[in-house]
């Protein structure tokens, strides 16, 4: 099994909503660490599990998207707490339809929101 991970930093702010956690629940900004980590089997005729130049345009133009941005006024967010564990989710789905390499058998998209909290999303294809 083959695996590739490419690493971003950027900083985006939100706010929880639906409970109360505190000072979570005030806007307020994370320095995010975004792991896009891809899998497969079988390389392909030039010896790449995937052209490195496309995932990182695509992860460049995705992390491009959130920076500096609130999380709570994006489309994808509507109607939803902007939790750590969402955000992985939407960020994995989105680049997993963006990246079109046929031997990526898997995703995953790890995110940290700080030195000691991450959550992690992944996708069969």
């Known amino acids: ?49 995937v052209d490195i130049i496309d995932v990182e345009k695509n992860l460049n133009e995705l992390v491009a998207h959130y920076r500096d941005k609130t999380l709570n006024d994006l489309p994808e967010f509507a109607g939803l707490n902007p939790s750590i564990e969402h955000f992985t989710r939407i960020f994995c789905t989105t680049m997993s339809d963006r990246i079109k390499a046929e031997n990526i058998h898997a995703m995953e998209v790890v995110i940290w929101e700080n030195e000691i909290a991450w959550a992690s999303y992944r996708v069969e294809r």
């Open 1 to 49: 099994m083959y695996k590739l991970a490419v690493q971003r930093n950027f900083v985006a702010q939100h706010f929880l909503i639906g409970g109360d956690w505190g000072s979570e629940n005030e806007w307020h900004s994370h320095h995010y660490r975004v792991e896009l980590r891809l899998e497969g089997r079988e390389l392909d005729r030039h010896g790449y599990l």
